[in-house]
Structure formats: C-alpha cells, structure tokens
C-alpha cells in the first residue's frame, strides 16, 4: 500500500512570514510530486509539480524534493491570509503507464494577519 | 475554456436506491478519476479510467461502479447508496501521455439518509 504522510497541523504562521510543509512517500520509485491548495468547501487546485530532485520555484512557492530521503517540502515566501488553506501532497503511481494520485491527509495553514 | 465539471453540486438520497454522479470534462484528456474525501481520510481513489472502454478499480471501488463510453464523461454509480457513502466526490482529468498533472471538478456532496 503506497502511503503519502503530512503532517495535518494546524500550522499557524504570521503574515510576511515563510511557511513550511513536509510530506515523506513510502514509494521509493515515484517520480512525479505536486502540491494542491484546497479552501474550505471548495476542490483541490493545482500549484506545484516538481519531478527532479532539488527545488523549483514559481513566485512565492518553493517546492523542494529529496528522493533519497523519499521528502517533499513546500515553501511558501511572504506568507498572505489568502495562504490560509489545506495543502494536500500528491505523488504519481510508479510504473509506465501508471497515472493516479495517491494523495497524503493535506496540512491546515493558517496565516495570521 | 476547457473543464471539467460535476453533476449535481449536492444530492441527498436513501439508503438503498442507485444513484449516478456526472463527470464532464472538455480538455480531451484520456485519463479520469473519482476520488472521495472524508475527514480523517483525504481523498481515496475510488474508480479510474485511461481512456474509452478501460475502467479500474481504486482503493475504495467496493459499491461503486463507472463506464467509460466516450471520452468525455466518466458517471460514477452508487449500486445500492449506504450511510458509508455520505462523502464529498470528487472528478479529475489529466492527459496523456506525459502531462500527470490532474485538474478536478468542482465536487459533488452526497449524503445518505
């Protein structure tokens, strides 16, 4: 059974500040990770996929992946209110033609004005 | 633009009667998924399909079934609803092959009374 840990929180940070979220996966050979952002009562969009060990940027979120360690981070720069959501990790089948998502349980964010 | 969207946005229905959920999506992707999200559980891959005529099972397929006959749609059928069943379901898409980037729907609220 493939298994994708977070950590559920609630991580609460102050606005301006860096947020930080952790997931490990217990499938060694996945290759393909993303981060959603979920709001309350509302679907899981997509805004981070990160494929390569290291870390890849896109304007204040940082995803960062250690595939040895089987550790995917999200940062998240100068924290905004409109942060605040559960941020769920994701990581792809392993296998060619392998294409679901085994989700982790998503971590609550809080940003605090 | 193309979506994806879900039908209905909620329904409430009684123990034992068949219920279908609608999927719809316009992005031409050969891949679609339900999932369902409980508290405590995240989401769970329920059904998944790689394109027209293939269905398979996920994590949680017992009670459940899907069909495949275009591929643009993906209905999810509840045999016989149980209590069990109340969750909030979720539809998404992603292309193949190469993109395992998956977009979803706007979800469906399903409870069982």
């Known amino acids: 059974q493939k298994e994708v840990e977070q950590n559920s929180g609630p991580l609460s940070v102050p606005e301006g500040a860096i947020a930080s979220l952790n997931c490990t996966y217990s499938?060694?050979?996945?290759?393909?990770f993303f981060w959603y952002r979920q709001y309350s009562g509302k679907s899981p969009e997509l805004i981070m996929s990160?494929?390569?060990?290291g870390d890849k940027e896109d304007g204040r979120f940082t995803a960062q992946l250690n595939k040895a360690s089987q550790y995917v981070s999200l940062l998240i720069r100068d924290s905004q209110p409109s942060d605040s959501a559960t941020y769920l990790c994701?990581?792809?089948?392993?296998?060619?033609?392998?294409?679901?998502?085994?989700f982790g349980k998503g971590t609550k964010l809080s940003v605090i004005p | 633009d193309a979506e994806i969207t879900q039908s209905p946005r909620h329904k409430i229905t009684e123990t034992g009667r068949q219920v279908t959920l609608a999927c719809h999506q316009t992005?031409?992707?050969?891949?679609m998924f339900w999932y369902r999200q409980d508290l405590g559980h995240g989401l769970r891959l329920i059904h998944y399909?790689?394109?027209?005529?293939?269905?398979n099972k996920g994590e949680v397929s017992d009670g459940y079934s899907v069909s495949r006959s275009n591929t643009e749609d993906l209905p999810l059928t509840l045999e016989s609803a149980a209590s069990s069943q109340t969750s909030v379901y979720f539809c998404?898409?992603?292309?193949?092959?190469?993109?395992?980037?998956?977009?979803f729907g706007q979800g469906t609220r399903l409870t069982v009374v």
């Open positions: 992005w031409n992707h050969n891949n």
């Open positions: 399909s790689y394109g027209v005529h293939d269905t």
């Open positions: 998404a898409s992603s292309e193949s092959p190469g993109g395992y980037e998956a977009f």
């Open positions: 990160i494929y390569s060990n």
């Open positions: 499938d060694r050979v996945s290759q393909s």
């Open positions: 994701a990581v792809r089948g392993s296998g060619a033609g392998s294409y679901q998502l085994t």
